[in-house]
């Protein structure tokens, strides 16, 4: 969501605050800002829209400095305006920017306004600057200031803060929200992530829950939630500073799609030796949990819930042990049963979603066996705070759209699920034509993404449509939720999925010759009852668009448009596989529709408020 950029130096910050902006554009945002410590003071531009409408009323008035703060701003109080934009002041002495929510920010500004103090915004943030701005008042020091406010602050929160007064220093607070210290050579930077800072440096230390945190040229000091002065490991980041970038294609979600063969496999690579897979995949100790595993509890958000749904289907059928999904919004707000010996199992392409950490953190008080988080950003808040982990090398994934972050997750719960089938009786013989179907993804997906051009022509059959209805059976069905929520989230397209067993049960209603439904037709045992609910469909008028296996045939009915894909197996490659084409039609009807396909509008890449 909202995008955080700081720096320190004895050069002017300026082009390095704007390229981190330009590095977090893919999370979501609606304005942009920058403030700067120049020699009169403190000076602060602000824009609705887009970064490069920032970098234009920079080129038009110029600001440096040595000292500097930058944010993207997604809007969560007050609508989307320069006004509401971020950094916001108080005064002429305090800038700060901010992610998440304060959600007492109401009760902290009466108080505020009945000490004389004006607002301008409708935003919480402007309730901390004019906070720290009273306690600077009676403290004398900025760090002091912002501790004794995140004191008084409910809800999530990274922030960063700067003032004339102490010309050298950035000021930082953690709770719930991600902030990063990068590491330079006499001089030193700040953000909400790392990809923003990986052109200056590619150390970094990451803030823990409850720390406050100093940042100088020269220094960098940090305290923990009680007070104390702790240290906070320097880790180097593995990714380089032009991982990001979209080389030949239109788009970052047409890049990421064509880059799933090399995710997938990376995914795999060293995690499976001899035609088996290596218990050590998710982390120390993991033998030992994997043994005691009777059951597991998934819990993940959007596509990542979709994943786990999928892997329900796979846990159940191989390893014979109850499996529950859940949307990690709804698990907080209610009291769940933990059965003896349950694996919590998160699931995040950020690892900073706040419903799902949120989840995470509070089933390690909940009596389960352990937790593990399958997730894309070795830095993140879920990795570092999971009992087991496993990470899927998917790579930056910037479009908002997840695609390489869907199949790789599914291509990690599928080790998992033959970890955890060994335990259940699966023979080595087994193991090893499993395994054999995950070898052989690399190669079949890249067989599928042969047929962008024939899905390219298909999606001109969608342009024009308002509605679009989904349908799978079986493992196949969270398929189709995938598929539905890719249309809706880039084209704008209403899209829905359902069980197609489900059809007379209500969704048949909506059938007409401008309903174009989107059916998944594997060759398995679930087919013949596939295509009785497909006849339904074509029955009452019902234009069809079936993903299918070259087996499986359908005959000369009118209105059905078939769309080929290699003879797969049914167990891990054909959930895989059948998503690679719903990722081409929605990225191909979006672009005939003229939309944002790597920022959709109202939507975020990482979401860290709830």
């Known amino acids: 969501m909202c995008g955080i950029v700081g720096a320190v130096a004895e050069r002017n910050v300026v082009p390095i605050l704007m390229e981190g902006l330009r590095r977090l554009e893919y999370r979501g ?9 120049e020699e009169n003071g403190l000076t602060r531009t602000r824009r609705v829209g887009k970064v490069q409408e920032l970098q234009s009323a920079l080129d038009a008035a110029p600001v440096s400095g040595v000292l500097g703060i930058s944010h993207t701003r997604w809007a969560t109080h007050g609508v989307p305006n320069e006004t509401n934009a971020h950094p916001h002041m108080s005064g002429e ?24 103090y004006e607002f301008t915004s409708d935003t919480d943030t402007e309730v901390v600057a004019h906070r720290i701005a009273y306690h600077l008042a009676e403290t004398g020091t900025l760090d002091t200031a912002v501790r004794a406010t995140v004191a008084e602050l409910e809800g999530a929160y990274a922030l960063v803060v700067m003032s004339k007064q102490e010309p050298g220093r950035l000021v930082l607070a953690r709770a719930g929200c991600p902030v990063v210290i990068g590491l330079g050579i006499g001089e030193n930077f700040v953000a909400s992530d790392v990809a923003a800072l990986l052109p200056v440096t590619r150390k970094f ?45 239109r788009h970052y979600m047409q890049k990421e799609i064509h880059e799933q063969p090399a995710a997938v496999a990376r995914t795999l690579a060293e995690r499976i030796v001899d035609g088996r897979v290596l218990d050590a995949a ?20 959007g596509t990542s819930y979709h994943a786990g749904l999928v892997a329900r289907y796979w846990i159940e059928q191989l390893c014979r042990i109850p499996c529950t999904v859940e949307i990690a919004s709804e698990y907080r707000y209610r009291s769940p049963v933990v059965p003896p010996n349950t694996l919590f199992v998160a699931i995040s392409q950020s690892g900073e979603t706040a419903d799902t950490l949120a989840a995470l953190r509070a089933a390690r008080e909940m009596g389960y066996l352990s937790t ?8 993140s808040s879920m990795v570092r705070e999971s009992d087991l982990v496993m990470m899927t090398h998917a790579g930056p994934e910037i479009g908002v759209a997840s695609t390489k972050a869907f199949t790789t997750q599914l291509a990690a719960l599928a080790l998992l699920t033959v970890a955890l089938a060994r335990r259940a009786g699966l023979e080595e013989k087994q193991e090893r034509a499993l395994v054999a179907q995950l070898a052989d993804l690399p190669g079949l997906i890249e067989e599928v993404l042969a047929l ?15 509605h679009a209805l989904f349908l799978g059976r079986g493992v196949q069905n969270p398929v189709a939720m995938e598929g539905a929520l890719k249309l809706k989230e880039i084209s704008y397209i209403h899209a829905e999925a359902y069980a197609a067993g489900e059809l007379k049960h209500g969704p048949l209603a909506l059938v007409d010759e401008d309903m174009p439904v989107v059916a998944i037709a594997p060759d398995d045992e679930l087919l013949e009852k596939l295509k009785s609910n497909l006849q339904e469909v074509s029955a009452r008028g019902g234009e069809l668009y079936v993903f299918a296996d070259p087996r499986v045939q359908f005959g000369d009915r009118v209105g059905i448009h078939t769309m080929r894909l290699p003879a797969l197996i049914q167990d891990f490659q ?23 396909v790597d920022q959709p509008r109202n939507l975020a890449k990482s979401v860290t408020v709830e």
């Not at 002495?93 to 959600?103: D, K, L, M, S």
């Not at 191909?588 to 944002?596: I, N, P, Q, S």
């Open 574 to 596: 054909a959930p895989i596989l059948y998503t690679i084409p719903l990722q081409l039609l929605a990225y191909h009807v979006a672009v005939l529709k003229g939309t944002d």
């Open 93 to 116: 002495n305090i800038a700060i920017v901010h992610n998440g929510i304060i959600e007492n920010h109401e009760e902290l500004r009466k108080d505020l306004q009945s000490k004389g």
């Open 29 to 37: 945002y609606d304005s942009a800002g920058i403030a700067v410590l």
């Open 205 to 249: 230390q990451f803030l823990e829950e409850g720390d406050i945190a100093v940042v100088e040229r020269e220094q960098v000091t940090i305290w923990d939630r009680s007070g104390k002065e702790t240290a906070r490991p320097v880790k180097e980041s593995e990714l380089t500073a032009d991982a990001a970038e979209r080389g030949r294609f």
């Open 282 to 301: 998710f982390g120390p100790g993991s033998a030992a949990i994997l043994d005691k595993t009777q059951g597991i509890h998934i819990v993940a958000c």
């Open 372 to 379: 593990l988080t399958i997730c894309n950003v070795p830095e």
């Open 452 to 466: 962008d051009s024939a899905i390219e022509t298909l999606a001109e059959h969608f342009a024009d449509k308002h």
